[in-house]
């Protein structure tokens, strides 16, 4: 059964799941003990630096002035073990701000206390030490850094935030990203007009997960208007009491989400809840809909200035251009790859993440650089211009975490791509890229579920899964005039690596390209003749080729090789002995690599490694290593082929032993022998 990172929860389902044993944290504002400071009875990894005590946070619905504001509490203490720990002592609220209205911090008290001579010695912040920092026109950031911070010092800290913006119900983190938590805690309650949907991930379990049915008594001051619906100045006093329901969730000794190979970002994985506001349901009133569907979405952003309220003006600046690229063109797709080389050749971007412009279609087009969104949205209007069906697609980058295909949360987007339709065949471009070939798009982009932005908003997707990287290296070695073993590599590289080289050659030059090589030869060899195929033809692979002599010994008659040269898998990329979340390649892989040596004549074959051939979960996966001397003739062949790119954290471990097997038999050596 595959583990999800998403599951969907619906606040009418939640059952009561009371946990036996602890139901609540013993830490507590001020309560100190020396005994606090003890390390032993932590469960934890020893070699982290500070321990999460406890966090424990509650989100709930008040009375305010003239209808319900949201209130948000939390309190957290941390024992800092060493110097490495001391970043838990600088903390950030983020604060939320729409026009003249924004939420603000209440009650912030925060104490360090260090032990020194057996007692408990406490240093208090003082409140000038919290300074405001506004980092967009929709965030404000409080931040401070509690005093007197040692090695071995506990801090705590607790504050609330009260908000004017009560459907902007807060998520929680359970887990840490570096340090262990030993009790996470959230509570959240809901007055019965607001209906959320709740997004959980993760894969801690609960320690409690329980709710609570009750009423509560809200009472507020309204405005009374005047005749013709004009206002009176005056105001009346409402109360109601609408049923309430109180969720709460509970980790314990959760282990820090730590970053290993092969994960797109840790916050697809890290145990969170987070809320999505569907629904308004006050009494004797239409219901409010406010969790948009996946087509209303698309009407909106298609008519905002923000994103496509643009794309189908006559934008007669561009017309000029778009005619020259394309007069010439025979085929709709070659109209549609001259229109696109002329964007990715001339335009710079300056932000790979942005899910809406920044400026108008003209001020791109003029200042020749802009977001990914911007480049890519006046590539779709000059597609457009040219009489081409083309449309932006809304996605998310692998680094910026998933999107979740239900619903449109707009904050799951990130970046932007163009999509047209071309002699019957559809084509998806990304011109922020100076390497891709038309119809390619950068391996960041395939992270499964995107959206076109039509009024359709037809689902589409970008898998790893579907996402082949094919590479093919073949080494041929022989004995020179001089006797020395001289010898000749080629490679055809996947496409993604083929977009890294260009990139490398373009900042370093080919000569430093072909130094690093022969370093990463795994012997002493001296390169030379070494050319670059396809390396302007961001459509094909780059074909790498030199000849290299290798250096011998001859003071020992012994010559020792690695025959996988610089294609040796020298280290298992799965470290950890366990891992709580998948792994994620951005490809399908397939390396295939050939080796034939001529041996001289005076030299025979001391050592030789056996043949292997490993399969990976009944055939998903291959491996092999084939080895066969003939005469004076070594013949090597290597391949490894994985069937998929993402596998559940339950197949972590034979995906660890496969690739382990891969170190081992890469490590071999052949060894020759001077005869005598």
């Keep these: 059964m595959r583990i999800r990172a998403f599951t969907l ?15 609540k944290s013993s830490a507590r504002f001020g309560k100190i003990s020396p005994d606090d400071f003890k390390t032993d009875p932590y469960k934890i990894d020893t070699g982290t630096s500070a321990v999460i005590v406890a966090d424990i946070g509650s989100s709930a619905f008040e009375s305010g002035n003239e209808g319900f504001i949201q209130v948000f509490k939390q309190y957290k203490r941390v024992h800092i073990l060493n110097k490495n720990g001391y970043d838990e002592a600088n903390v950030t609220i983020y604060l939320h701000v729409d026009g003249q209205d924004e939420e603000r911090v209440n009650n912030l008290k925060a104490v360090t206390y260090n032990l020194e001579n057996g007692k408990v010695v406490e240093t208090r912040m003082e409140s000038k030490s919290v300074f405001t920092e506004k980092r967009d026109k929709n965030t404000i950031l409080k931040k401070f850094t509690l005093p007197a911070v040692k090695e071995g010092a506990i801090i705590e800290y607790s504050y609330s935030i009260n908000s004017e913006f009560p459907y902007r119900l807060r998520p929680w983190a359970f887990q840490d990203m570096e340090h262990p938590v030993l009790w996470s805690e959230y509570e959240i309650t809901l007055p019965e007009y607001f209906e959320y949907i709740f997004l959980s991930q993760g894969y801690h379990p609960f320690h409690i997960k329980d709710s609570e049915n009750s009423r509560k008594h809200f009472s507020f001051r309204v405005p009374v208007t005047g005749g013709y619906g004009t206002a009176s100045g005056r105001s009346e006093s409402v109360s109601v009491t609408p049923g309430i329901t109180r969720h709460r969730w509970v980790m314990k000794d959760v282990e820090p989400l730590k970053e290993e190979n092969f994960v797109t970002t840790l916050g697809n994985h890290i145990s969170y809840i987070e809320f999505q506001l569907a629904a308004v349901r006050y009494p004797n009133s239409p219901v409010q809909n406010i969790m948009s569907t996946w087509p209303k979405y698309m009407e909106n952003i298609l008519k905002a200035d923000y994103y496509g309220g643009s794309l189908d003006k006559n934008n007669n600046f561009m017309a000029d251009e778009v005619k020259a690229l394309t007069t010439s063109a025979a085929t709709e797709a070659a109209k549609a790859e001259n229109i696109y080389n002329y964007v990715r050749d001339n335009f710079t971007c300056t932000d790979f993440s942005n899910r809406y412009t920044e400026q108008s279609l003209k001020t791109t087009f003029t200042k020749k650089n802009g977001s990914v969104t911007d480049i890519n949205l006046l590539l779709v209007a000059m597609l457009r211009q040219a009489g081409l069906q083309a449309a932006p697609v809304l996605l998310s980058t692998r680094s910026h975490g998933k999107v979740y295909s239900l619903y449109p949360i707009a904050s799951r ?21 100076p390497y891709l070939g038309f119809g390619k798009l950068h391996a960041s982009c395939y992270n499964g579920h995107a959206r076109m932005v039509t009024p359709e908003a037809t689902a589409l997707s970008f898998e790893p899964d579907s996402l082949k990287e094919h590479r093919v290296t073949g080494i041929f070695i022989a004995p020179n005039e001089k006797g020395e073993l001289a010898g000749h590599f080629q490679q055809q590289a996947s496409y993604f690596e083929s977009y890294d080289l260009r990139a490398k050659v373009k900042e370093k030059g080919e000569e430093s390209y072909f130094k690093d090589l022969a370093k990463n030869f795994n012997s ?12 302007k033809d961001y459509k094909e692979s780059a074909i790498v080729e030199c000849d290299f002599t290798l250096n011998m010994d001859n003071n020992t008659g012994m010559v020792y090789l690695h025959p996988m040269f610089s294609e040796s898998m020298r280290k298992n990329p799965f470290k950890s002995a366990i891992r709580r979340y998948p792994v994620e390649m951005p490809a399908v892989m397939d390396d295939n690599y050939t080796l034939s040596i001529q041996l001289p004549e005076t030299y025979a074959v001391e050592e030789i490694p056996k043949s292997t051939i490993v399969k990976y979960n009944d055939g998903e996966g291959l491996f092999q290593f084939l080895v066969q001397q003939t005469g004076n003739m070594i013949q090597l062949r290597s391949r490894i082929k994985l069937g998929r790119a993402n596998y559940d954290p339950d197949e972590y471990d034979s995906l660890r032993q496969f690739f382990d097997v891969i170190v081992k038999k890469h490590a071999e050596q052949i060894v020759l022998k001077k005869k005598s």
């Excluded at 929860?9 to 139901?23: C, K, M, P, T, V």
């Excluded at 999509?419 to 019957?424: F, P, R």
Aim: proline residues 0%; charged residues 15%; aromatic residues 12%.
């Design 413 to 433: 987007f990130n970046y932007s791509i163009a999509s047209v339709q071309a002699d019957g065949a559809t084509y998806h471009l990304d011109a922020t890229r």
């Design 9 to 23: 929860l619906f606040g009418a389902l939640f059952l009561s799941l009371y946990a036996a044993g602890q139901d």
């Design 524 to 535: 002493e060899v001296s390169v030379k003749n070494g050319k670059i195929d396809n390396l």
